[in-house]
């Protein structure tokens, strides 16, 4: 599976960004996005079921972003609302098949910067 992000940005505190994964050459099972900032480990922010749309959050971005994809384009969304200088993180998408349980393919990252 090949993943493309983009829409990462700079961005004023409150603000809003939309990120997008366009994935190619394999089915999808599921996808999610995970966010990073230097020295720090890897954070799981969302992920949806690309059959039926279940969707999971962390807490931290509950209620502020929202995970949605259209299957007519094999494209995933990140609605990012809300946003907080904490926020601030290169974001990447990534994408677990159906025989799997960990998240095998990975984008290469967008950055989201939200100043304060």
């Known amino acids: 599976v090949q993943l493309q992000a983009s829409g990462g940005g700079l961005v004023q505190a409150g603000g809003s960004l939309r990120l997008s994964c366009a994935a190619s050459?394999?089915?999808?099972?599921?996808m999610g996005w995970f966010r990073q900032t230097p020295g720090k480990e890897r954070e799981y922010v969302a992920q949806?079921?690309?059959?039926?749309?279940?969707?999971y959050y962390a807490d931290s971005v509950k209620g502020r972003f929202t995970i949605s994809r259209d299957n007519t384009k094999n494209t995933g969304y990140l609605q990012m609302n809300s946003l907080e200088p904490e926020d601030t993180a290169v974001y990447y998408c990534a994408v677990r098949n159906a025989n799997s349980r960990s998240f095998d393919y990975w984008g290469q990252g967008t950055q989201v910067t939200v100043s304060s």
């Open positions: 949806i079921s690309w059959s039926i749309g279940t969707t």
């Open positions: 050459g394999h089915s999808v099972y599921v």
